[in-house]
């Protein structure tokens, strides 16, 4: 039996004003450009402000329908006739004063990849048809590091299957071995890094007692090596520390990566960094403090206006109320300025929500932008900003995302400006940043033969005030990538 039911629910749906605004504030400057001129090329109702006089712009006189009504749909054709154009282009304070034009230009570089460069060198070698196709694809299978990451078997398996080579694991070895890992330059091919600092020892032929001794670290004492056992070593060859110092020497020229001299088989684009936002300092006399105004980069506060010409047409078709055509089209225009409002005004957001987001951080951080100083960063959460603002946290969140701020000491980052706090034992709030700066500190100064341990760095904090666990020291030195005392021992 069929029944019917009548329910009632509670719903929450972005409206597309709203999709558009969360998108827009996410995107640094160089993508709001680039969004920008998309929509402009997409949406003909939308254009930009000509400005001419001497900065004037043209007045703008209202529609007059004469008398005649609007046509029968769905929205008010008198809406759209009028020249709306809000007060979008906000005042002069709003962006950078100099109006700086930053060059964004992508610098396009191409040259000569690893790839290629072996490829060269291998077809330059006498080697039979077969195998010079094994070595080829061995060769195809390598990183930008020159590395061969894939396993011997797989790449038996691919040949057999991509290019009806059947072959076996030994002979792509011995090939690996015997072609491609002679190739230049010295340790490309190799399979791991002991590998691959050892075929670069190995083309130093000398008799030379450092090379020598480095060859043997390589290949015999690798893990005591990487994890600065020394003295294992020295005991093992029966040298001294002045011996071991000169092998560590030609040990420490070999690189690591030597595919890194030579661009990737794409083309490499070098693009800078645009700012988001500009921080100016003035100073003041007779002892007042600076002040510190936060602009917004020109580029984020595009003038734009509904277009002229779309009214102008849907003012004509507004004369026709029985034409069939004429309604579709002017419901299509009807659409094409609703989305050029509806973008304008998403814009005008956006541009309102950066400015008071980075008026609330330069509020919290005062200090920090007038003194430059990493130290007198305070701690400053999202919640902190959204407090001041009365925006959402992930509103915040987008606002600060991959956004960067000119400021007197260079350009910083923002997300780098927020971090957590801690209490001092003078019951003060201080930056988690500002413990891992004078953590940073203490290992520059220590004696890299005898390295501080964590433990020793948990006194040398807490004389300075900051009562830390051991285990909260070893989290912040994995955060600054600093390794454990052992590794950190030099001779």
Known sequence: MLKQNLQLRLGQKLAPQQIQLMKLIQLHTLEFEEELERELEENPALERKDEDNDG??????????????????????????????????TSSSNYSADDEEFDNESLLTEGQSLYDYLLEQIRLINIENDDLKIAEYIIGNLDTDGYLRRELKAIVDDLAFSQGIYTTKENVEDILDNYVQKLDPPGVGARNLQECLLLQIEKKVTADKAITLAANILRNQFDALTNKHYNKIMQKYDVDEDDLKDALDEISRLSPRVGGNFDTQTITINQEIIPDFVIQVNEKKNGEQPEVIPLLNSKNAPSLRVSDEYKDILSTYSHDKKSAEHKQAALFIKQKLDAAKWYIDAINQRQNTLLQTITAIVKLQKEYFITGDDKSLKPMILKDVADITGFDISTISRVVKSKYADTPNGIIYLKDLFSDSLTNDDGEEVSTKEIKMHLMEAIDRENKRKPYTDDALVGILKEKGYNIARRTIAKYREQLNIPVARLRKEL
């Open 56 to 89: 004037k712009e043209e007045p703008v006189t209202e529609y007059e329908d004469e008398g005649n009504s609007s046509i029968d749909t769905d929205f008010d054709v008198n809406e759209y006739l009028f020249d709306d154009e809000p007060s979008y282009k």
